[in-house]
């Protein structure tokens, strides 16, 4: 008999008491870095979320796009201008990011899923006024935050068997307002309006790391802002974080700040032991499901 074989049976059994622990919970996957332009990590994380669904898992994927902005905006010649690092968004820029966002990233990632045997649709913050916006710093333009999510038609799409990709483009509260919105900022808004049992953000880094530079692998949210206070956690993974802070106070269960990077990284973080990344919860796990071993924490 292959080992291999015998190996992959044994996973598959080892996984039983995940898959019966998040059967009919609701994950939302932020989806964005590298592996959003690299074909094959493409069509991995494409078959990681077609898996999820086929376990009864409800996944609902939220993406960016930043480079793919940016090599757009370089195509057509249109300046970026920044403030305090962050790009402002003018009237003509943001239907550039509508173009990129809604358009070749969503429909991309459609096409893996559908490719991996999925049922995926694209959506954007606009549809069904998923996601309504106000100016974030009227000095950034175009740039949203959410201040009313309307999440029923997720709901009525996962339901219906699909798994929705939504683009993080966002109507205002005036007509033909249109603002980009951070990826994993309505990632964090729609998760907490769905109080998905998991948010999964997906990151270029390996989690998130203490004053020795070692990786914390579960953290309650009054940790997580000391760190912010005392500067352990800086730079890119302070709005990852706060984030985190965010949809959890909304009434996500828990947030995993994940490598990306690593094969399958959603898999790992659901369906092992093991993990694959930073989790921050505030609750109590709830009563473990039979089969976990003792003294293994229910996730």
Not at 99 to 120: F, P, W, Y
Not at 132 to 141: A, K, Q, T, W
Not at 196 to 208: F, M, N, Y
Request: charged residues 25%; proline residues 4%; glycine residues 12%.
């Amino acid at each position: 008999m292959n080992r291999d074989w015998i190996a992959t049976a044994r996973t598959l059994s080892e996984a039983l008491p995940y898959m019966q622990r998040y059967s009919g919970a609701v994950v939302v996957v932020k989806f964005g870095g590298n592996a959003m332009g690299d074909d094959d990590a493409m069509a991995e994380f494409a078959r990681d979320i077609v898996l999820m669904k086929q376990v009864g898992i409800h996944p609902v994927v939220c993406h960016g796009g930043g480079p793919m902005i940016n090599e757009l905006l370089g195509k057509l010649g249109i300046e970026s201008h920044f403030v305090r690092g962050k790009r402002v968004t003018t009237r003509e820029t943001v239907e550039v990011v509508e173009m990129v966002l809604s358009g070749l990233v969503n429909k991309r990632i459609v096409q893996a899923i559908n490719d991996a045997g999925g049922r995926a649709v694209g959506i954007s913050g606009k549809d069904d006024d998923l996601m309504v916006c106000e100016p974030d710093d009227p000095e950034l333009g175009f740039v949203g935050r959410p201040v009313e999510m309307n999440v029923q038609i997720i709901r009525d799409l996962y339901n219906a068997g699909l798994i929705p990709v939504i683009a993080p483009v966002a109507t205002g509260m005036e007509d033909n307002e249109t603002f980009n919105v951070n990826g994993d900022t309505a990632a964090g808004a729609i998760a907490g309006a769905l109080k998905a049992d998991r948010l999964l953000l997906l990151t270029d880094v390996s989690g998130v790391k203490n004053a020795e530079g070692e990786v914390m692998t579960q953290m309650h949210p009054d940790h997580v802002r000391e760190m912010i206070a005392d500067g352990t956690i800086a730079g890119g993974m302070i709005p990852k974080t706060e984030t985190a802070l965010k949809a959890i106070e909304d009434g996500v269960r828990a947030v995993v700040i994940l490598d990306g990077r690593v094969p399958n990284a959603s898999l790992l973080e659901l369906f092992t032991e093991h993990g694959a990344g930073s989790l921050i919860r505030s609750t109590e796990p709830r009563v473990k499901p039979r089969g976990l071993r003792q003294g293994e924490s229910e996730l």
